[in-house]
């Protein structure tokens, strides 16, 4: 299995307040996803890192923003949570120095309550 | 952006039936996967296939990439199987992005 942590796994928060999710990767790969799943939707990607400090916006970012500030690790960040941020977050990386042509693998995924 | 259809949104089988999942794209793209949701939501990856043909055991898949479709075949279905199907995209147009189709949802009955 690809070494893919997020953390904390679930969390319950208050509306109005900052919140922070993790992914922790141990395999060096370049690029890094944050997606969110919610039904009727599949999983629609937030923001994506493609190197360290490169970040990138994806279908729903509003609301979001992203840091990488080394390799291994991508934070997500609700700078104000709402109750319709409350999700279940995945967190995917990318093989290193293939290009574009490369499988990706998913963490266990955050579950996310916005009370 | 790319656009991702998945066909049939939903799917009831019986143990032991034969299905094709269908995956459209709007563009032409460099990567594309097949990943099964079990019913704990763990993304598994079946099949890295930007174009040809797998197989792996009584899962196989196709993509014709020149048409902008992929297919993916389960064989003798098991209430294993049962969970979502994705697939997902990734253009040919320079972009990182990695786009998910909405899915089918297989349930098989014993």
């Known amino acids: 299995d690809a070494g893919i942590t997020q953390s904390p796994r679930h969390k319950v928060t208050e509306t109005g307040t900052p919140v922070t999710l993790r992914c922790h990767q141990t395999?060096?790969?370049?690029?890094m996803y944050w997606y969110r799943q919610d039904p009727g939707h599949g999983l629609r990607l937030i923001h994506y890192s493609y190197g360290v400090k490169d970040t990138d916006k994806g279908e729903v970012s509003d609301g979001y923003s992203v840091s990488r500030s080394k390799t291994e690790d991508f934070l997500l960040t609700l700078e104000s949570a709402t109750s319709s941020q409350t999700s279940v977050y995945f967190c995917?990386?990318?093989?290193?120095?293939?290009?574009?042509?490369?499988?990706?693998?998913f963490g266990q995924g955050t579950r996310l309550t916005v009370v | 952006g790319i656009q991702v259809e998945q066909s049939p949104p939903d799917l009831i089988l019986q143990e032991g039936a034969n299905s094709t999942l269908r995956c459209n794209f709007s563009?032409?793209?460099?990567?594309l996967q097949w990943f099964h949701q079990n019913p704990w939501g763990q993304l598994i990856n079946l099949f890295y296939i930007p174009s040809g043909t797998k197989q792996n055991g009584r899962l196989s898949a196709t993509t014709v990439a020149t048409e902008r479709y992929s297919l993916l075949y389960i064989s003798s279905s098991q209430t294993t199987d049962s969970g979502v199907y994705f697939c997902?995209?990734?253009?040919?147009?320079?972009?990182?992005?990695?786009?998910f189709g909405t899915g089918t949802r297989l349930k098989v009955l014993a």
């Open positions: 995917a990386i990318r093989d290193l120095g293939r290009g574009l042509n490369t499988e990706a693998f």
């Open positions: 563009d032409s793209v460099n990567n």
């Open positions: 997902a995209v990734g253009g040919a147009t320079g972009t990182y992005k990695y786009i």
């Open positions: 395999e060096n790969h370049r690029y």
